[in-house]
């Protein structure tokens, strides 16, 4: 019972016991914050860059250089300096529309978690309506939002930005 009473009264490795205790939970927020941030990054990063390759088609350019979907891809990764294997995992569909209201959501992540995008480069002509989108899959750096259920079967997560415009008459 003495022994008891003395070991409940001393306070060395308090500390440590704490520190113990709150570790995990700690590094699991500073970690996750990290992946977040690194998640928003590529998807601000590519949503920026898809903009600016889009003003390829809609000025005509696109047309001219006769550029096809391997050179739109490359115009897309030369502005995503920190995606590797971009041009290899990189999927674009660019499609024309009907009006700007007749444009609908795009069935990205099938039921087996695999991509179902269809690769397309239709730029159209001029004052036609375009819809481009590209599609990242990203490889999380630490993998703490698993449970998510916008994630592909290997545990990538499936970036994608869009612009939608009208062509200018050219």
Known sequence: MLLLRRLL????????IEFALVALPLFILIFG???????FFIDSALDASVHKAARLIRTGQATEGKMGISGFKAEICGNLAYVLNCEKNLLVAVNTVNDATSSGAMKTIGSSGTVTITENFDIGRG??????QAFLPWSP?????SLSSHTLA???YLLGASAL???EPF
């Open 9 to 16: 009264r001393d306070r060395k490795g308090v500390a440590a």
């Open 33 to 39: 914050i990290l992946e977040l941030g690194a998640i």
């Open 127 to 132: 004052s036609d309506y375009v819809l481009v």
């Open 141 to 145: 750096i630490v993998n703490l939002y």
């Open 154 to 156: 290997d545990g990538s």
């Open 165 to 167: 415009l009208r062509n």
